[in-house]
């Protein structure tokens, strides 16, 4: 059996009482910051499979594909973090977990991919459904104690790698699993049997980095000393209501723009916003909370951006 991990900074617990009592709406709702914002997903685009079928020539290609998965191409490489194309992201098909933005595309219009890289085992993350639907034989990263489970779905290559762990991929290409704040679970009984994680790419004279979820923690602060200035991140800044529950695994805009800093990103884009409803926020209220925490701290409104689902940005 895997051993249990944890967070090794000091920050609340949410227990599971809590998430019944949130979800059967006992207690009092937590009014949303901007009653105003508007109720509806990200905007979308269909992704046009040539544009992607081969990596750029030059430093890379990011293409947002909803919420936290993302098409990253360059070094002669294909890669995908956390793709989620199914309809709902849980074990059942419950209407609440139905997602409110399709995809840009079919698994299938992907070009073939060279590797994939797997934050964590939420099934808004990990969903095994597209992963047996992705064309070549890609290799299989994942956060510290994910492999052993992914072999016995049938994914032979995957293959775990620890916090601060780097692994070279060829033709200039490394990978280093970064800390977050988080947990894992997929029922009740593996809470924290694996580990989380972001992850960071440096290749092409480029680095990249995808925060994966996490709550506002020193992790970030580390990261920018380690690794930074980071040319181009994808940082989280939805699943934040009500923050009592929320604030140790999810942060705020507010939070992001932190993050930004901390970590001494360059460009950033937010991910994990408007494609499923997993908390209690308007699906449209975090690229406005973000545009106001970047004017509160005086920084470009370009440098840390939103975009379409289907939008691709090039490094």
């Known amino acids: 059996m895997n051993p249990r991990y944890s967070n090794p900074w000091p920050h609340p617990e949410h227990r599971i009482r809590d998430i019944l009592r949130w979800k059967l709406g006992l207690g009092t709702r937590e009014p949303c910051q901007l009653p105003s914002a508007p109720d509806q997903p990200a905007n979308w685009r269909a992704l046009d499979a ?22 990253l191409q360059g070094c002669g ?3 995908l973090v956390d793709p989620m194309f199914s309809d709902h992201c849980g074990p059942l098909p419950l209407p609440s977990l139905k997602r ?3 995809p840009p595309c079919h698994p299938s219009d992907l070009p073939e991919i060279d590797e994939v890289l797997i934050t964590h085992s939420h099934y808004d993350h990990l969903d095994l459904t597209t992963l047996r639907g992705l ?4 290799r299989l990263w994942a956060a510290e104690g994910h492999a052993r489970w992914l072999r016995r779905k049938g994914f032979g290559n995957a293959e775990d790698v620890r916090w601060h762990e780097t692994r070279d991929l060829g033709g200039g290409l490394r990978i280093t699993a970064t ?3 988080h947990f894992t679970a997929r029922s009740f009984h593996d809470r924290n049997r694996a580990h989380w994680c972001g992850w960071l790419l440096d290749g092409g004279g480029c ?3 995808h925060a994966g979820d996490s709550g506002y923690c020193a992790a970030f602060r580390e990261i920018g000393e380690r690794h930074g200035p980071i040319d181009f991140g994808m940082i989280p800044i939805g699943s934040y209501q009500p923050r009592h529950i929320m604030r140790p695994m999810h942060m705020d805009p507010a939070e992001a723009v932190q993050v930004f800093l901390d970590s001494r990103c360059r460009r950033a884009v937010g991910m994990h916003w408007g494609t499923f409803r997993l908390t209690d926020e308007p699906l ?10 970047l004017q509160k701290a005086g920084l470009d409104p370009a440098s840390f951006t939103t975009g379409h689902i289907g939008q691709s940005w090039t490094v």
């Not at 992607?52 to 993302?70: E, M």
């Not at 064309?135 to 890609?138: D, E, F, I, L, S």
């Not at 449209?284 to 925490?293: D, R, S, T, V, Y």
């Open 50 to 71: 040539a544009h992607v079928a081969k990596p750029p020539a030059a430093g890379w290609r990011v293409t947002w594909l909803g919420h936290a998965s993302f098409l």
């Open 77 to 79: 490489r294909s890669l």
């Open 100 to 102: 409110k933005a399709p």
């Open 135 to 138: 064309r070549g034989n890609p």
């Open 179 to 181: 800390p977050a704040q």
């Open 207 to 209: 680095r990249l980095w």
């Open 284 to 293: 449209g209220e975090p690229p406005l909370l973000l545009a106001a925490a």
